[in-house]
C-alpha cells in the first residue's frame, strides 16, 4: 500500500475566519488560532497548510499575548516564552532562580507555577528579548497586569493578519 501525497488537485482552499478561524498548531502552543490567512485542506488525508506571512511578527504578537494574558502561565506557554527568549532550559531557570529540574516539570505540567514565579517569568522574557512593546504594555498599568495573573485560565488566543503592510494584532473580539 502507497502512502498518500497531497496534491493541489486534492487541496481545498479556505479563509480563516472569526468562525472558523485556523488552528496555529505550529506556534507549539494548543490554544492559538489565527484568523485571515488562506489555508488549505487535502480532501483525502485531512492534513492542512498554511500561508503565514510575517512569521516573525506573528510570533512576537503571539508571545505578547502570552505575557499579558490573565490568569497563571500554563507549562506549553512558559516553555513557549523560553524558547522565544532564546534559552536553554537550565539557563532560563537559573534566571528566575529556580532548578533545571523544577524548571522542567513546570513546562511539561507536572508542576504548576506559583504565582510570583509565573510574574518573575513573564518580566524576565520581557528583559531578555528586550521587546518594548510589551515592556510599554506592563508599565502602563503594572499593578493591574500583575493584579490580573492570579487564577488559572486558558484561553484562546486569536491573532489577526492586517492586510497591508502584512502585519499581525490580537484579535480584540476574541477577547
Not at 485542506?41 to 505578547?64: D, S
Request: glycine share 6%; hydrophobic share 40%.
Amino acid at each position: 500500500m502507497t502512502e498518500h501525497v497531497c496534491s493541489k488537485i486534492d487541496r481545498i482552499e479556505h479563509f480563516a475566519t472569526p468562525d472558523k478561524p485556523y488552528h496555529f498548531r505550529d506556534s507549539g502552543l494548543p490554544n492559538v488560532y489565527l484568523i485571515g490567512i488562506k489555508y488549505w485542506a487535502c480532501e483525502k488525508c485531512g492534513a492542512l497548510a498554511a500561508e503565514i506571512p510575517a512569521p516573525t511578527q506573528l510570533m512576537n504578537v503571539i508571545a505578547e499575548s502570552v505575557v499579558m494574558k490573565k490568569g497563571i502561565l500554563h507549562g506549553e506557554e512558559i516553555k513557549f516564552l523560553r524558547k522565544r527568549a532564546g534559552k536553554k532550559a537550565a539557563d532560563f531557570a537559573g534566571l528566575v532562580g529556580t532548578s533545571p529540574e523544577h524548571f522542567s516539570r513546570l513546562e511539561t505540567g507536572k508542576h504548576t507555577v506559583s504565582e510570583p514565579l509565573d510574574k518573575l517569568i513573564r518580566l524576565t522574557y520581557g528583559m531578555i528579548v528586550d521587546d518594548h512593546v510589551i515592556l510599554a504594555k506592563i508599565a502602563k498599568n503594572v499593578e493591574a497586569w500583575l493584579n490580573s495573573i492570579k487564577e488559572k485560565s486558558v484561553e484562546s488566543i486569536q491573532i489577526r493578519k492586517i492586510e497591508s503592510p502584512e502585519q499581525w494584532c490580537t484579535d480584540q473580539k476574541a477577547a
